[in-house]
């Protein structure tokens, strides 16, 4: 897996906001469907939000109306605003490509992985 790389983790208090980038120095199509997955120590990962080829955009009910997803200019290939943070959005973050098909699968759908940023939020 070719790696990408995540940027803009860090500490905040709940209430607080951040920004993921993610970028690359691989050519991906645009089009691909792009995604953030985040990890708690223990538990699965779970699909944040995600943008396919065809704009279409998915929140998990976490953290729906709280965060933003859009794709990147440059070698910043995805973004991600997170307002509203909450204690239980600490997690490590992954941006993700899917650079094989327009629509987003399954997280082992991804061909394309970060090595994660942390982000955690204090009460």
């Known amino acids: 897996q070719t790696q990408l790389v995540e940027s803009g983790g860090g500490s905040v208090q709940a209430g607080g906001s951040l920004t993921l980038s993610c970028t690359t120095s691989e050519r991906i199509d645009r089009n691909a469907c792009m995604a953030w997955f985040r990890q708690v120590p223990g538990k699965s990962r779970e699909e944040v939000a995600s943008v396919d080829g065809y704009k279409t955009i998915v929140y998990s009910d976490s953290v729906r109306g709280r965060f933003a997803i859009s794709k990147g200019y440059g070698n910043t290939i995805l973004n991600l605003m997170m307002n509203g943070l909450k204690p239980e959005d600490t997690a490590i973050y992954y941006c993700?490509?899917?650079?094989?098909?327009?629509?987003?699968?399954?997280?082992?759908?991804?061909?394309?992985w970060g090595q994660g940023t942390q982000v955690t939020v204090s009460s």
């Open positions: 993700a490509a899917r650079s094989t098909s327009r629509l987003c699968g399954n997280e082992w759908d991804f061909n394309y």
